[in-house]
């Protein structure tokens, strides 16, 4: 019996440390190369976007003077059904329905993942994503949109950036290429882009439409997404992206890297 509680004991730590281990994967010199590229475009992008709107946040110039003419003629298109699935939208992707779902979705890919260093990666960033958001709002201290144009209760907190698209765009770009990334499937990975970057227009348009935010408070959070998605590809790309001849270090990985 002792034996058998000690085995059982053994196997439930097997499988604990096995879950942690770091998957790696050999892939060609190129692709790796390209990755890297990748990963510094997308936080160059970032950089470079996210510091025009912010300069023309504070100086009410620039890019900025669309925020007046947009959020004048998204009120003229009010009406039902839109503002009810507008709502809908605001919910899913709120404080509230958007950690619930990455918190389950996370949960659950760790659990049934033979590996937890994905969801742990997605999980970091949407932390990253959090953190930024509140430093920088409470930083820039921009003001609203007026409160009595607001369709789903009133807000008074800083509006930029928009936590809310910053959220969905992390959320929904990490996820696609931590699942894409993985698979020989240019189309797939194209698709699931492309389904990410609906889900970002969704939630951005969803903001503007009920009245909290302004155009370049969702511009500003798309410019800080990219830049924590070219960290993730470039976090991800040196801990798990191995070229022959190079050392594959996880027990786990060198096991499967065999069987391949």
């Not at 439930?12 to 790696?24: L, T």
């Not at 007046?68 to 919910?91: F, H, K, N, Q, Y």
Request: hydrophobic share 50%.
């Amino acid at each position: 019996m002792a034996q058998d509680q000690q085995g059982n004991s053994s196997g439930w730590w097997r499988v604990f440390h096995d879950k942690f281990v770091v998957e790696e994967r050999y892939m060609e010199p190129e692709a790796r190369r390209n990755l890297y590229r990748i990963a510094v475009g997308l936080m160059i992008t970032g950089a470079v976007l996210f510091t025009i709107i912010l300069v023309s946040v504070l100086s009410r110039s620039g890019v900025s003077v669309v925020d007046e003419p947009v959020r004048s003629w998204l009120v003229t298109l009010r009406g039902e059904p839109a503002t009810t699935i507008m709502i809908i939208l605001a919910v899913v992707f709120g404080p509230i329905g958007l950690p619930i779902i990455i918190l389950v979705f996370t949960v659950a890919w760790g659990l049934l993942a033979k590996h937890a260093w994905r969801p742990m990666v997605l999980g970091g960033a949407m932390l990253t994503g959090v953190i930024l958001a509140q430093i920088i709002g409470r930083t820039v201290g921009r003001q609203r949109p007026p409160m009595n144009l607001m369709l789903f209760g009133a807000d008074s907190t800083f509006s930029f950036p928009s936590g809310h698209v910053l959220g969905a765009c992390d959320f929904l770009l990490v996820t696609a290429f931590l699942v894409f990334s993985r698979r020989q499937n240019t189309k797939a990975a194209v698709a699931g882009f492309a389904v990410a970057g609906v889900g970002i227009v969704f939630a951005a348009l969803s903001r503007l439409y009920l009245g909290y935010h302004w155009t370049t408070d969702a511009l500003a959070s798309l410019s800080i997404s990219f830049l924590i998605l070219g960290a993730v590809i470039m976090l991800d790309t040196w801990r798990t992206a191995r070229i022959p001849g190079e050392q594959i270090t996880g027990e786990l990985s060198k096991q499967e890297s065999s069987a391949e």
